[in-house]
DNA sequence: CATGAATGAGCGTTCATTCAT
DNA sequence: TATGAATGAACGCTCATTCAT
C-alpha cells in the first residue's frame, strides 16, 4: 500500500498522539517535570501506562515534545502577527503588547523548561532545544529594530543586545509573576515599555 | 563564670555547618535540587549523610540554607557599595554594573531556585523566601528611583513598576546566561542600561 | 460480550493477592510487625518490592489485611459450628472447646496485632480494627450466654461481662502459650472451663 | 577505700539510674519500645543520649530494666498484702481485687512487654524474664489455691491450671481495656470473680 | 495497538550506637 | 562522668520503564 494520503490509521494515531500532548503539557505545566509522573500523564490522557511508552521514547522526550507544541502554536501566532504589521515602530509596540498578554502562557512554559532543565544531570545534552528557540525569536526582534534603525525610526542601537534584553525582561517578568500572583504585569510592563521603547524612537 | 563569646564547640559547629553549606551549594548548583542527592552533598563536605541531617532538617531546609547564605554573601555586598553613592544617578548606574557582574552567579542561583520551585508539589508554600526577597530588592531599586525623581535626577517615572523589569531584565539576562555561554553579558547590558536609564535621566 | 465472571487476568491478580497476603502473614508471624521488611515479604512472596505496592498501600495496609484475612478464616469456621449447636449449653462448650483449638494459631495473631499496636505512633487510630473485632466475637458470646439464661440451661448472670472475660481468658491463655511454648494449653482450658461453664448451668 | 556504705559518688549514680529509668519508664509506656527513642529517654531524663549508654548497653537493656523495676514496685506490694491475709479464701479475694485495680497499670506494662517481644528478631533469646516473671506469679496463686483446698476452703481443683487462667483473664482484660478505653473492667471483674471463685469455694 | 501488572534501582530520612572532648 | 556531634546501615516507598498478554 502506498497511498500518501494519510490512512484512518495514522489519522488515528495522529490524534491519540495531540491528545497525550495535551494532557502532557496539562500535568507538567501543573505540577512540573519532577513532580509529575508519568502515570499522571497517562491518568489525564485517558490512555494506560504502557500506551505513553508506544508513542514516546521516555519521560524527557514526552516532555520535550509537549514544550515544543505548545510553544510553536503560542509563539508563532503571535510574530506573525507582529511581523504583518507595516512599520519597525508598530511591529515593536505589537511585540511588546504580544509578550505582555503572552507572560503568563509563555512564561509558564519557560519556568517549565527551567524547572527541567536546572536539575538536569547532564545540562550541557539537556534541552539544547530551548535556547535555540531563543535565539531564534531574538533573531526576530532584533531584525525589527535595525529596520527601524534603517528606515529611521530609530535611533541607531545594538539591536541585538536590546533585542536580547527585551526578551529577558519579559521572561523574567513571566518568572516573577508565577512567584508573585499580585504581581500588575500590565501597569508594569507599560511603564517599561513606554520608557524603553519611547527612547528608540527618534523625536518626531 | 558565663562567657558570652561562642565556645570553642560552638565555633566548630559552625564551622561544620559552613562547610555543609558551602558542599550544599557546589552541589546543588552543579545539578539542580531534584539531580542532587543528599549523600553527593555528604560526600562533597567529607561527612556522613548523617551529619547531614544534626544540621538540617531535610533537603529542602538544606537547600533554602545554602540558598540563602550565598545569596546574603553576593547581594549585600553589592547593595551595600551602591547605596553609599551619593547621587541617585551614581546609585541607580552602580546598580546596574552591580547586577552586571553578578548576573552569573546570581543567575545561577535564580536558576537553582526555580528549578527548586518550579517542581514543587505545593508551590503556593514552597519557597515564599524568594519571592520575599525579591521585593525586598525592588524596594530597594525602586527607592534609588524615587530617590532621583525627587531630586530632579530623573523623570517623573513609576517607579515601583520600573524597578520590576530592571530586576527582571537582569534576571532574565542571567538565566540566558547559564543557557548560552557563549553570550555576552556586559555588552548586552551596556546597551540596555544606556538606553533606559539614559531615557530616565532629565537632559542636562 | 459483557462477562460478570473474573477474566482470567482478574482471576490471576486475586492469586498473587493471596500469594503475597500469605507471605505476609507468614513473615509478620515470625518476626512481628516491626522486625519485619517489606523486603522480607516480597522475597518470600517471590514477587519484587514494588508489586507489594502494586496490591497493598503499605506496610500497614498489607499487615492490616494479612491479619485480617487470616483472622476471617480461622474465626468464622469456629463460630459458624459454634452457632449451629441446638442448645445454649452446647454452643458454650463448643466454643470454648474451638477457642482451646485455635488459641495456638488466635493468640499468634493477637501478639502479632499487639506488637504493631504497642508501638503505634497514634495508637488511639491504628488499629482500630482489631477492637471492633472483638466487640463482634463478645457479642456473640455475650448473645449465646443470654440465650441460655433465657432458656433457663444457665444462671442469670451479667452475660456482657462474662463474655469480655471468656475472650480475655482465652487471648491471655494464648499469649502465654507463645511466651511458654510448654504450657499445656489443654489442660488449663478444661480445668478452667469445666470451672467457669459448669457453675453456669444450673444444677440439674 | 574498702567501705561498704555507698559512697556519696555512689549514691548519685544510683540516682541519676533511676532518673533514668523513670523517664524511660514514661517514655516506653506512652509510645512503646519501637516507636520511643533513646533520645526521647534522654530527654525526658534531662541528661544526653550519650549518658544513657553510660548507665546502660543498650536500648533493650534499658527497657528490660525499666520494666522490671516499675513491676517489682508494683508486683510485690500487691502480693505482700494479699499473702498476709488470714484464711485462703481472704487472700483470693484479695488477689482479684487487686488485680482488678493494677490491671490498669500491669497490663500497661505487658502490653509494652508484649509489643516489645512480638517484634523481637529472636524471640526465643528475647525477654525470658517475663515468662519467669510470670512463672512466679503463677506458681503464688496456684499456692493459694492448694492452700484453700487442703484448708477445705476450696472444692479439689487442678490448682495449676486455674492459676494460669486466672492470671491470663487479668492480663486479657488488662489489654482489652487498653484497646477500649470504655470497657468496665471492675464490673467484669466483678461478674467474672462471683462466678469463678465462687464456684471454686465449698458450700457453706 | 493497548493494557496494566511487574520490576528494581534509587531516594530521603531515622536512630541506636560510638567517641573525641 | 557527661556531652553532643558523628556515624552508617537500614528502611519504607516511588516511579520510569518493560513486557506478557
Redesign the pocket.
Same mark, same amino acid.
Given at each position: 500500500m502506498e497511498d500518501v494520503a494519510p490512512t484512518k490509521?495514522?489519522q488515528? %494515531?495522529e490524534e491519540?498522539r495531540k491528545q497525550i500532548l495535551a494532557a502532557a503539557l496539562k500535568v507538567f505545566t501543573e505540577k512540573g517535570f519532577? /513532580?509529575?509522573? +508519568? *502515570? &499522571?500523564v /497517562?491518568a489525564a490522557a485517558? +490512555? *494506560?501506562?504502557?500506551?505513553?511508552?508506544?508513542?514516546f &521514547? *521516555? %519521560?524527557?522526550?514526552?516532555f520535550q515534545a509537549a514544550i515544543l507544541s505548545a510553544f510553536e502554536e503560542l509563539g508563532q501566532e503571535t510574530m506573525g502577527t507582529v511581523l504583518m504589521q507595516a512599520t519597525a515602530r508598530e511591529k515593536l509596540w505589537g511585540l511588546v503588547r504580544g509578550m505582555e498578554g503572552l507572560a503568563g502562557q509563555m512564561g509558564g512554559l519557560f519556568m517549565l523548561f527551567l524547572g527541567y532543565w536546572a536539575s538536569s544531570p547532564d545540562r550541557a545534552k539537556a534541552g539544547q532545544w530551548w535556547p535555540n528557540l531563543l535565539v531564534e525569536y531574538k533573531d526576530v526582534v532584533a531584525g525589527i529594530i535595525e529596520e527601524g534603525v534603517k528606515t529611521g525610526e530609530c535611533r541607531p542601537v545594538d539591536a541585538e543586545s536590546l533585542a536580547w534584553s527585551l526578551l529577558a525582561t519579559y521572561n523574567g517578568l513571566a518568572a516573577y509573576a508565577a512567584l508573585l500572583p499580585d504581581l500588575d504585569l500590565v501597569r508594569i510592563s507599560r511603564a517599561f515599555s513606554e520608557t524603553l521603547i519611547k527612547d528608540l524612537e527618534v523625536d518626531a
Open positions: 490509521r495514522e488515528q %494515531k491519540r519532577h /513532580a509529575a509522573n +508519568v *502515570s &499522571d /497517562a485517558g +490512555v *494506560s501506562q504502557g500506551t505513553i511508552y508506544w508513542y &521514547d *521516555s %519521560k524527557e522526550d514526552l
